[in-house]
C-alpha cells in the first residue's frame, strides 16, 4: 500500500510570491491534514479537510489556504510569502473523521523563503 | 502557556536503557493522547494511541496518561540505537473541530 505522497520535495521562494504545495492520501482516506514544522515550534495545525471540505482551520493567516479535489489529494497555497513562512510542510490523511487517530504523514516539502 | 509541554532534549542514554519521555498538558478536555516517532527527514510516524487514563502496551513501547495531573509517558525498554529520532506527543479533543495539538518534541540518542 502506498503512503502518502507530497510534491514537490523542495520549493524555494522570495518573499511576496505564491507557493502551491501537494498532497496524495492513502488510498481510501477521505481525510487530509496539513501542518506547519517550523524549527523548535514543533507541529502546527494548519488545515483539515474531509469529503472535499475544509472542516477546521488552526491559528494561520487567510493566506494559508487550500482545498481538496474529488480524487481525495488537496493542495496548500500560501501567498504572499514571507520569511518566517519557511518551514517544513506536513500532509497526513486518516479514515475520515472517525480514523483522525491515526493519521499517517508524508515525507513532508521543506519550503525556503529568501 | 501552551496547551502541550514537551522537553525538546536532547535525550542521551546508552543502548539497553528504559526511556521515559513525558508531556504535560493543560486542557482538561483531552481525551485522545497519541505518540510519533519522526526520523530525522522523514514524516512523523504513529506509535500508538490512548484514550483516556491508563496504560497501553505495544512490544518496547509502553503509554501512560494520568488525566488527573495532566500528564502523558512513553516509555522505552531496551532502548536501541534505531530508537534515536524525535518523539513527539499529541493530543485531541472531539469538540471544536477535532484538532490535533502536537508538543514540539524530544530527540533522542541512543548510544551504541
Known amino acids: 500500500e502506498a503512503g502518502v505522497t507530497q510534491s514537490p520535495t523542495h520549493l524555494i521562494k522570495t518573499r511576496g510570491q505564491q507557493a502551491t504545495l501537494r498532497c496524495s492520501p492513502i488510498?481510501?482516506?477521505?481525510?487530509v491534514y496539513w501542518y506547519q514544522q517550523a524549527l523548535g515550534l514543533g507541529l502546527q495545525f494548519l488545515l483539515w479537510y474531509d469529503e472535499g471540505e475544509e472542516r477546521n482551520r488552526g491559528n494561520f493567516p487567510p493566506r494559508f489556504s487550500g482545498r481538496q479535489f474529488p480524487n481525495y489529494s488537496s493542495e496548500l497555497n500560501v501567498n504572499a510569502l514571507e520569511l518566517e513562512d519557511s518551514a517544513l510542510y506536513l500532509c497526513?490523511?486518516?479514515?475520515?473523521?472517525?480514523?483522525?487517530?491515526?493519521?499517517?504523514f508524508g515525507p513532508g516539502t521543506r519550503l525556503t523563503v529568501l | 502557556q501552551k496547551e502541550v509541554e514537551q522537553d525538546p532534549g536532547p535525550l542521551s542514554v546508552p543502548e539497553g536503557a528504559i526511556v521515559s519521555l513525558n508531556c504535560t498538558y493543560s486542557?482538561?478536555?483531552?481525551?485522545?493522547f497519541m505518540w510519533y516517532r519522526q526520523y530525522s527527514r522523514k514524516g512523523p510516524e504513529l506509535l500508538m494511541y490512548?484514550?483516556?487514563?491508563g496504560n497501553k502496551e505495544d512490544g518496547r513501547f509502553t503509554a501512560q496518561v494520568d488525566k488527573s495531573s495532566k500528564y502523558i509517558s512513553l516509555f522505552i525498554r531496551d532502548s536501541q540505537p534505531s530508537d534515536s529520532a524525535t518523539y513527539l506527543c499529541a493530543m485531541r479533543v472531539n469538540t471544536g473541530g477535532f484538532k490535533t495539538i502536537f508538543g514540539a518534541g524530544t530527540r533522542l540518542f541512543v548510544k551504541a
Open positions: 490512548t484514550y483516556s487514563s
Open positions: 486542557n482538561s478536555a483531552f481525551q485522545y
Open positions: 497526513a490523511s486518516s479514515r475520515g473523521t472517525l480514523g483522525a487517530n491515526e493519521q499517517f
Open positions: 488510498s481510501g482516506h477521505t481525510s
